[in-house]
């Protein structure tokens, strides 16, 4: 009985939207993203294709260093979580492949010199997503966010512009 449990909610996670087709691109892809990173945050994002036009992911968050363009003494640090959605705006490309929009969130926890916030950011995109030999994933989008990642008056805060680059396998 266990064992046709867990078959069942692999075969659930899965679906049948996890089998690629000729006609539309694999359902899942992990990303990675190099801006971010140079930026000093690293998120792993988790995408699954829920309907022929709309995916979600999740993933860790985390600010583990003071990134490129971070001023001397904003050396905080984050834990958290990135959730997002994205529409796929044309109906000849099924996601998670081709032009979309798209909102996401982090929630995390900012710690600074022994005191902690909670902090994160929302954001508005538009990009597009390119997988190529039914494999490796290239994505990119432009867009404004709201940031509040400080701790103690320490960090970023207020709208921003906001980018997306990543890279990753599809699935």
Known sequence: MKRAVRLSLVLGILGASGVA????????????DPLTTALGFVHVQIERRITPRVSIYAGPHAKLFRGILAE???????VG?????????LARHHAPAGLWVQARGVIARVALDGESEPGGYVSALVGYTHIFGRRWVLAGGLGIQYLHYSVGGVGTEGVLPAAHTTVGFAF
Do not use: H, I, S
Not at 21 to 32: G, Y
Not at 72 to 78: A, L, M
Not at 81 to 89: A, D
């Open 81 to 89: 979580v990135e959730v997002g959605v994205r529409y796929f705006v």
């Open 21 to 32: 087709t000729a006609e539309q691109p694999p359902a899942f892809t992990v990303q990675v």
């Open 72 to 78: 001397e003494g904003e050396d905080q640090t984050g």
